[in-house]
């Protein structure tokens, strides 16, 4: 009972609901892991007590909107920092019926830091998308929450035919095809070496654009000679120093292609050795690769419009969606920057 005159308190919900604090707590505020029979009981107390009035009642007894999370890489990686600045928006602009948001970053390149985000989200979150690493234990993580009835969507870099986890992205194959069409054409020679500079060959999407970039420099420019991938892990400082060791390795340098983030870094350092005669093609149209595309350091840059990305995965997982089609692939060159 509830003395009169004092306001009810979800200590008094939960004794009189026969229910934990911690369910109540759940309820009131619309979150997941209560049944709606408990759900039912706990708002006709609240309502009883005068802890809700009716409105109120009926709106927290409403279905529930879910909650969703976006884990993100950390680092430097401009695009990534535009996609969580996306995802903040959409937080800040969001209604009482739409999905509640939340976008954390987590250690880059760590399978480990990842696999324990994925399972400390699913204990509140009904989905979640994630840039994926190719790794034993995200892999287990994610097939463990799948199980437990957890929406999962990987945005960009995915971890392969995995059931129950969806996927929004580029054909990274073709689009590394793409990438080595490009650079072979624009250098107009024969012969002469290009270069790959990658995040991590743990993300699945740069793996694959590095295959689908190998397998068309040897169909169609068998005179160019490749030299070893760089990992500069979607870091500028890393990248640069890539750079400048290719152009002291490899005079006859004629392409890069960056199959990551950050070319920053590499545009800094063709800029300093005055290499404007390299090709060089990246991705993700940023501040810093408008720049370049403007002054002519960069020749193309591949694009994924971050806001149709999280349109789409935000779809898949509140719609089920088990097999979305790729992305469309967008190109920007200087002529047609947007």
């Known amino acids: 009972m509830v003395e009169s005159g004092l306001k009810p308190l979800l200590t008094d919900i939960a004794a009189q609901a026969s229910v934990s604090l911690a369910t109540v707590d759940r309820v009131i505020n619309r979150r997941k892991g209560v049944s709606e029979r408990t759900r039912r009981r706990v708002l006709e107390v609240a309502r009883g007590l005068g802890y809700i009035g009716e409105e109120e009642a009926a709106h927290i007894g409403a279905e529930r909107a879910l909650n969703i ?26 209604g009482a019926s739409d999905p509640f948001l939340r976008c954390l970053f987590i250690e880059s390149f760590d399978a480990e830091a990842l696999a324990e985000a994925l399972r400390k989200c699913a204990d509140w979150a009904d989905g979640v998308a994630f840039f994926a690493i190719e790794h034993p234990k995200v892999r287990a993580a994610a097939e463990e929450i799948a199980a437990r009835g957890v929406r999962l969507v990987t945005l960009v870099s995915n971890l392969g ?33 290009v270069a790959l500079v990658a995040g991590s060959r743990n993300y699945r999407a740069h793996s694959d654009r590095e295959a689908g970039f190998l397998s068309l420099i040897d169909e169609m420019f068998p005179g160019l000679t490749l030299v070893g991938l760089r990992e500069g892990h979607d870091d500028a400082g890393e990248n640069y120093r890539h750079t400048l060791a290719l152009l002291d390795q490899q005079p006859d340098l004629i ?7 950050s070319s920053g870094g590499i545009t800094r350092a063709l800029r300093e050795r005055g290499r404007g005669d390299v090709v060089f093609v990246g991705h993700g149209l940023t501040s810093d690769t408008r720049r370049a595309l403007l002054d002519g350091t960069m020749d193309a840059v591949f694009d994924q419009d ?6 789409r995965g935000i779809h898949s997982l509140t719609h089920r969606e088990s097999a979305p089609a790729p992305l469309k692939l967008d190109i920007y060159f200087r002529e047609n920057l947007p």
Do not use: F, M, S
Request: hydrophobic residues 45%; glycine residues 20%; charged residues 20%.
């Open 306 to 311: 971050p806001d149709v990305l999280l349109d």
């Open 69 to 94: 999370a976006v884990l993100l890489p950390a680092g430097t990686n401009p695009y990534l920092r535009l996609l969580g600045e996306r995802v903040k928006a959409r937080i800040g602009l969001a």
């Open 255 to 261: 392409g890069i292609y960056n199959v990551g983030g």
């Open 161 to 193: 035919e995995r059931a129950g986890v969806a996927h929004i992205g580029l054909d990274n194959h073709a689009v590394g095809r793409t990438g080595g069409l490009l650079v072979g054409r624009l250098a107009g020679r024969t012969e002469g070496a």
